[in-house]
Nanobody, 124 residues
């Protein structure tokens, strides 16, 4: 059984910060973890991803310079530091993981495991 658990969501004023955490448990053995978000009535969109053991990351253009993805000291743990939050960042944020794949990192259909999501609400 593989589980992904997110935490750290909440409500914040515009310009504030939040740090999301995701931990994978069970028998998961993958190569890439990512954050996606989905606002009501909209498609799920990629935010950022990180490849296991890599120093580089893949942030989406919409969050570049504001959000930072990183791996924790514990294996299969990933964080999303969100700064300068805007109302348009309001969404349910999901952690995802996949096994080795040549598919582009931001393809929502390429991920094998998903967390339950954590809500982020940014007020103006």
């Amino acid at each position: 059984q593989v589980q992904l658990v997110e935490s750290g969501g909440g409500s914040v004023q515009a310009g504030g910060s939040l740090r999301l955490s995701c931990a994978a448990s069970g028998s998961f053995s993958g190569n890439r973890m990512a954050w996606f978000r989905q606002a009501p009535g909209k498609e799920r969109e990629a935010v950022a991803s990180i490849y296991a053991g890599a120093s580089s990351t893949s942030p989406a253009d919409s969050v570049k310079g504001r959000f930072t993805i990183s791996q924790g000291n514990v294996q299969n743990t990933v964080f999303l530091q969100m700064n300068s939050l805007r109302p348009e960042d309001t969404a349910m944020y999901y952690c995802a993981a996949r096994k080795f794949s040549t598919v582009t990192w931001d393809d929502v259909t390429s991920y094998d495991y998903w967390g339950q999501g954590t809500q982020v609400t940014v007020s103006s």
